[in-house]
Each structure stands twice: as structure tokens, then as C-alpha cells.
């Protein structure tokens, strides 16, 4: 077939519009997975906010989590409100938008790698340096192949409380830096017992490489071979004597293990026997006219060796190895609960509270607000 010129011509426009069209269309189409590739990205990075010199953070719903890793960067985990960083003067937010798998934050961590892991009230997150993102990989095919690596961490389940189908039974996930693997306690659970041995807090790495865990209803530790399980059968509690309700657990420069109890105060544990602390200092309601030692929620140790205890509307307290002495809103601590004490590089303690939210340390003779 013969082409005239002028055809010719038009044929070649017609074909050039139609190749640029296409190749128009083409570049759209990669736009725009590029741009919901950038938005999904986008999502899930943190929002920098830049704050005056006091550095007060925004929570209203308490500190329940504090971690200063080891770039410098200071971690707060709130009680409804997701988490915080602090670094060069500026305070960056997250929350379930940024990437969180929720937005209460019990406990903060640092992996090996440097990575900032957060554990919530429901799920798992962890933070890289550049965005957030919730883990739900899970191995439940060695419950019962108990081990400690260095430098694992360990986490509550997935439930708020209690334990899901797939987990069976009361225990732990064992973090080894590659996988997280179900470990189920060596309890047998009675009936009415779902919630009795829910992690409730942070778990302790003991000098001697053993490990503690905190629940509801019972201290467990696992020194790589054993278990020592310190539950109310234990201690021989009943329901007139009050039941353990562990909300904290410390174990201090000489070895001895302190548990914190929302209710009937705190124990000490030196390895071989128990010791009922508040019933010994005579700081149950019925020993008091003033503050108790009944309701803890947390405890700590200073530099110079000082246990401290956090408790709910009664103050914080300090024991100097013969001694206690009760700081309240009068000493500059106006939050009614303190639900975390932390130890800084620097050797301060950090105290999380709520009603009203707020971090504090103690400066020799009263407490500031620092956070």
C-alpha cells in the first residue's frame, strides 16, 4: 500500500501522539504507586515537635515506662497515650498512627542491635532509627525449650491480660534477636486462674544470669535449669490474709530480690528466705495513722544504695537499711500514683506518675519535675 505524503505525515503524528500517550499514562500509573508508596512510608514516621527549654512532656495519662538507650536518647511509654523521645531538646511523639501496636506502653527496651523495643498492652513494636513497626511473627513450636541467651528480651503475650488460643497457657516470649518463641510457665493453672500469671512487669536480669518475671499472682524465676516460683501457696497467703498482686520487682545491689505488691505491700527476698517488709516496718493501715506501705507499684535503688518505693496516694518512700521516710505532694511530688522508678546513666532516679502525669527526681531534699 502506497502512503501519500501528506497521509504520511498525519500517520506519524497520529503514531507519535499515541506512543507519548501511552508512555504519559505509564508515568502516571508508576506516580502513583510511588506516591502511596511515599504516603505508606510517611505514615509511619514519627512527628517531631519541637518544645521550650522545661522539656514537659504532654501526657496526661501517667509514665508508666522509661529507658535512656545508649545514644542518649531518653524513652517514655505512657498509660494511654503511646510513647515519647527526647534528644537534643526536642520531643518526638508516637502513637498507633506512627506505627505503634497500641497505645498503652508497659515497658521499653534496647536490643543488642540498638533497636527500641516497646511492649504494650497489646502487641509488639520496635523502632530502627527511622520508623516503627509492629511485629506478629511468632513461634509456639518449643513452649517448653527454656534457655537463656545473652542479651535475649522477654516479653508479656499478646493479650492484655491472660493468654490467647495459640499460646495455650500462662508464660513468655523469648526474643533471641531473630525470633520470638512462646515459653510456657511450669504451673499448673486452677480454675478461675486465667489472669493469675499475666506479666505485669518488667523482666529482671539477675547478676547471677537468672531471669525474673513478675505476674499477677506469683515472682517466677529461671536460673537455665530451674524454676523458683514465689506464689501465695508459697508464702502461705489466703484471701483474709490478702493475696499477692505484684505490680513491680527489683532485685538490688546485694542480690535481694524486693516485689511490689498493689495491696498487701512488699516482699523481700534474699535467696533462701522471705521477708514481709511492710508488715516488718509496721506500715499497714491497721500499724498507721499516715501513709502506708500497702498499695506499691514500683521500686528502685539509688547510688548510694537507698530502696525506694512507689506507691498510690501514699507518697513515695525511702529505706536507708534501718529507716523509712515518706516524701508526698509537700516534698514537691504531687503525682498520686508512681508507676515506674528508673535508674539514669547518671546514678538519679526517675520517677513516672500519674494524676498528674509527670517524670521527677529527687534532688537530695525534694523533688522537681524534670520531664
Known amino acids: 500500500m502506497t502512503i501519500k505524503p501528506n497521509n504520511q505525515h498525519r500517520l506519524i503524528r497520529f503514531f507519535t501522539f499515541l506512543a507519548i500517550l501511552i508512555s504519559s499514562c505509564n508515568t502516571k500509573s508508576n506516580t502513583s504507586q510511588e506516591t502511596l508508596t511515599v504516603q505508606v512510608e510517611d505514615k509511619i514516621q514519627p512527628v517531631k515537635k519541637q518544645v521550650d527549654s522545661t522539656q514537659l512532656l504532654k501526657f496526661t495519662s501517667g509514665i508508666r515506662s522509661i529507658l535512656e538507650d545508649s545514644k542518649g536518647n531518653i524513652w517514655f511509654g505512657s498509660h494511654q497515650e503511646g510513647a515519647a523521645s527526647i534528644n537534643d531538646g526536642a520531643i518526638t511523639y508516637y502513637d498507633k498512627e506512627n506505627g505503634l501496636s497500641d497505645k498503652q506502653v508497659r515497658s521499653i527496651y534496647e536490643a543488642k542491635d540498638g533497636v527500641i523495643w516497646f511492649e504494650a498492652g497489646r502487641g509488639l513494636s520496635s523502632y530502627d532509627g527511622q520508623k516503627i513497626s509492629t511485629h506478629t511473627e511468632r513461634n509456639y513450636n518449643s513452649k517448653d525449650d527454656w534457655k537463656i541467651g545473652d542479651g535475649d528480651l522477654w516479653f508479656k503475650g499478646d493479650k492484655i491480660n491472660g493468654h490467647n488460643e495459640l499460646e495455650g497457657h500462662p508464660g513468655v516470649f523469648q526474643y533471641d534477636g531473630k525470633e520470638f518463641s512462646y515459653r510456657t510457665f511450669p504451673i499448673t493453672l486452677k480454675e478461675g486462674e486465667e489472669n493469675y500469671y499475666s506479666i505485669t512487669t518488667p523482666f529482671v536480669r539477675s547478676k547471677n544470669g537468672s531471669v525474673w518475671f513478675g505476674t499477677y499472682g506469683a515472682a517466677i524465676r529461671y ?38 505488691n498493689n495491696g498487701i505491700g512488699v516482699f523481700k527476698y534474699d535467696g533462701e528466705k522471705i521477708i514481709y517488709f511492710t508488715a516488718q516496718q509496721k506500715l499497714k493501715k491497721e500499724d498507721t495513722n499516715g501513709n502506708s506501705l500497702e498499695r506499691v507499684f514500683s521500686v528502685g535503688e539509688d547510688a ?52 498528674p502525669s509527670g517524670v521527677y527526681k529527687f534532688n537530695g531534699t525534694s523533688f522537681e519535675r524534670t520531664y
Open 223 to 260: 536460673d537455665g535449669s530451674d524454676f523458683t516460683i514465689i506464689d501465695n501457696e508459697y508464702l502461705g497467703l489466703n484471701k483474709e490474709t490478702g493475696l499477692l498482686h505484684i505490680r513491680g520487682i527489683m532485685e538490688d545491689s546485694k542480690g535481694n530480690l524486693w516485689i511490689a
Open 304 to 355: 548510694s544504695g537507698n530502696i525506694w518505693f512507689g506507691t498510690v496516694k501514699s507518697g513515695v518512700w525511702r529505706y536507708d537499711g534501718n529507716s523509712l521516710t515518706n516524701f508526698t505532694e509537700k516534698d514537691g511530688l504531687p503525682s498520686k500514683q508512681i508507676w515506674t522508678i528508673y535508674r539514669s546513666k547518671q546514678g538519679e532516679l526517675w520517677f513516672g506518675g500519674a494524676n
